[in-house]
């Protein structure tokens, strides 16, 4: 019998402007005072940054020519890297949709966390190749997710454009919906 443990971490930086154990069953729930205590950078030309972190470990134990694979698997905001400018978002309206915004970064991913959680556990590994397979299908599913928030920022304009805003809301709250059923399904 071989143990193994393995740790992954991802790490990703959004930045946003506006012109104006881990819980699987929602997502956090973001706040300027809590979550955005890093120094914001004013080079940048951009009102918020949401830097977030996704973290996987596992067990490994063969035996008998069959691999088990005992998963951790989390999200989490990086609050010491995350700021935001305070003092352009002194307009009660633009604070509040700037919020909104990045609320649907955290909610993407969350998307995330459930499509690990159900990908990775969802596998028979081979006992040979199993810790390449793991991290092929981790590396897939990162970047995967990275490009999703990417699209989200340039398709919303980081959140100023209203209408692809209001879109995106509902393509993200479908998705969670999505993935929430389809881990319930998959742990019955
Ligand atoms: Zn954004």
């Known amino acids: 019998m071989k143990r193994l443990i393995i740790s992954i971490l991802f790490l990703l930086a959004l930045p946003c402007t506006f012109a104006f154990k881990q819980d699987l069953s929602q997502p956090v729930q973001l706040d300027w005072e809590t979550h955005f205590k890093g120094k914001a950078d004013m080079r940048s030309p ?13 067990e490994s134990t063969v035996y008998r020519n069959r691999v088990v694979i005992k998963l951790k698997n989390e999200v989490s905001i990086d609050k ?4 935001v400018k305070w003092d352009k978002i ?16 955290a909610n ?15 596998r028979n590994y081979s006992v040979n190749n199993y810790k390449a397979q793991i991290s092929d299908l981790a590396n897939q599913i990162s970047s995967f997710f990275d490009t999703m928030q990417r699209n989200y920022d340039d398709e919303t304009e980081h959140g100023g454009n209203h209408k692809m805003q209001a879109r995106w809301d509902e393509i993200i709250q479908d998705k969670m919906d999505e993935s929430r059923a389809a881990l319930a399904e998959l742990q019955k």
């Open 80 to 83: 010491n890297r995350s700021w």
């Open 90 to 105: 002194k307009d009660p309206e633009v604070r509040a949709s700037l919020l909104h915004h990045e609320q649907g970064h």
């Open 108 to 122: 993407i991913q969350y998307i995330l966390l459930l499509e690990a959680e159900r990908v990775l556990k969802n």
């Open 46 to 58: 951009f009102f918020a940054l949401t830097a977030m972190t996704w973290k996987y470990s596992y």
